[in-house]
């Protein structure tokens, strides 16, 4: 029995062939965004847009109450992260090609996971890193310690914490 992610997935790619081939360079899934452990599937996540039309593609679903996003990031975006200036490394870390355009975009792809992996096994790299993450969440407590509106000190706080869990 094909399940609604992989039904979904399957429209994804007929799309992208159809409507979208010359636009989008590949479309990326992650295997730890499983909504049932029982499952192997992996999940699409985002796609690589080639053209500014590729991004046209975005779509948010809601099927059976649950939500479904598929969305652009750039390749430039991509090699933020592969650098540690983009917090979210896990969707490239993690992430898994469930289409191609071509072979030189898989082989772009491999490149920028495998820049990440070098990046996260580097320790001088990964202490630099977090020594900027620190002094970003310095800088905020540095504004929120004279703020008065309980709001913003909230979201300040919430920001500091991100930022120290990411040094």
């Known amino acids: ?3 609604k992610e992989n039904k979904l997935l399957n429209w994804a790619i007929d799309r992208i062939q159809k409507e979208y081939k010359d636009d989008i360079c590949l479309l990326i899934g992650n295997a730890p965004l499983h909504r049932n452990p029982d499952q192997n599937n992996c999940y699409m996540d985002y796609f690589v ?5 590729g991004n046209q593609f975005a779509q948010t679903f809601i099927i059976e109450g ?5 969305y652009p990031r750039s390749w430039e975006r991509l ?15 993690y992430g898994e090609i469930l ?17 990440l992996k ?3 096994s580097n ?8 020594l900027e993450k620190l002094d970003v969440a310095m800088e905020i407590y540095q504004t929120v310690a004279f ?5 913003r000190v909230r979201t300040g706080a919430g920001f500091i914490a991100d930022y120290l869990s990411c040094a």
């Open 123 to 130: 320790t001088s790299f990964m202490y630099r890193k977090a």
């Open 79 to 93: 090699e933020h992260m592969a650098n540690l200036d983009d917090y979210n490394t896990t969707c490239l870390g």
């Open 49 to 53: 847009p080639a053209t500014e039309r």
């Open 66 to 70: 649950l939500g479904y996003d598929i």
């Open 147 to 151: 703020e008065e509106q309980l709001g």
């Open 99 to 115: 289409y191609a355009r071509s072979d030189a975009d898989k082989e772009r792809f491999f490149a920028i996971q495998q820049k």
């Open 1 to 3: 029995m094909q399940n």
């Open 118 to 120: 070098e990046n996260l």
